[in-house]
């Protein structure tokens, strides 16, 4: 029987762009958690994204592992937080300014305001090329890092894929201490954390504090990002539009996420729950 379920959001449980969650799925996020189960996003995003991302609904995020696991949370509560040391993001952005891309690193405020804060030493190219974005006008500009610690980070990319790919490449070679993933296919960022920490110990964390086993965990993504908690549980999920190494990696397959996959597996997740059974996606023919 499932008992907790973790999800990815963008391109996972709502369209990477859209709006917010479906109606279809905070309604069956409500239905799985009024069986008296565990749902959370875990995503990349932060906690002061989460309220339009699903309406306002605080119940559909109460519980959830934010900034790829580094801010994590059970039933409105803080449980633990896993800072990345402005030290190795000042490492980070010496790199990106010496490579001469168009990418640059990114600090986030977790106020009730948010915030980014773009650290480099090329600003003038960093606004010339965000303008052309057609955004990026009032951004902050800063050389260094200015806080001790940060719980969220990422490289901000105006690139092409491959060169995407180049940059995470080179980061993993020079800054070994952090770990450098793609948060989805499209999403034009390269999130940053620290290295041994991420999505599956995350998973692995909540469990044990719920007391949950991890047989009893469904964890649902589709991106590189995810691979860690995809391979954290025996019942690890693939959205249909996941990357070929996150459907290879997961047990059980779904449809895809514009399609609201996520959410009709919630509804069979909870209908199974009342006959504590396992649902019927997770039944091989």
């Known amino acids: 029987m499932i008992k907790l379920v973790l999800t990815d959001i963008d391109d996972t449980l709502i369209p990477y762009g859209a709006a917010c969650a479906s109606e279809r799925t905070r309604a069956a996020i409500h239905a799985f958690l009024d069986e008296g189960l565990h749902f959370g996003p875990i995503s990349g995003r932060v906690p002061n994204a989460m309220g339009w991302m699903f309406g306002g609904d605080e119940r559909c995020f109460a519980t959830g592992a934010f900034a790829n696991g580094q801010i994590i949370r059970i039933d409105g509560e803080l449980v633990r937080e896993v800072p990345t040391d402005s030290e190795l993001l000042r490492e980070v952005a010496g790199i990106l300014d010496e490579l001469d891309c168009d990418a640059w690193l990114t600090v986030y405020s977790l106020d009730a ?3 980014v804060t773009f650290v480099t030493s090329r600003e003038k190219r960093l606004r010339s090329r965000l303008l052309q974005e057609g955004y990026g006008r009032h951004c902050r500009v800063v050389r260094e890092p200015r806080e001790p610690r940060y719980l ?4 901000c990319c105006a690139c092409s894929r491959e060169q995407m790919v180049l940059i995470r490449d080179t980061l993993r070679e020079r800054v070994g201490a952090l770990s450098f993933v793609f948060p989805s296919m499209v999403a034009p960022y390269i999130d940053i954390s620290p290295a041994g920490w991420g999505k599956g110990e995350a998973v692995r964390l909540m469990a044990r504090e719920l007391g949950v086993g991890l047989d009893e965990v ?17 019942n690890s999920v693939a959205v249909a539009n996941a990357t070929e190494a996150v459907a290879r990696a997961a047990r059980w397959h779904v449809g895809r996420c514009v399609d609201d996959a996520v959410a009709c597996a919630l509804e069979d997740i909870a209908h199974a729950a009342r006959t504590g059974s396992m649902p019927s ?5």
Do not use: C, Q, W, Y
Request: glycine share 10%; proline share 7%; no cysteine.
């Open 113 to 115: 305001h948010g915030g």
């Open 152 to 155: 969220k980070s990422n490289v």
């Open 218 to 234: 469904a964890t649902f993504g589709d991106s590189e990002n995810d691979l860690s908690m995809i391979e954290a549980v025996p």
């Open 281 to 285: 996606f997770m039944v091989r023919p």
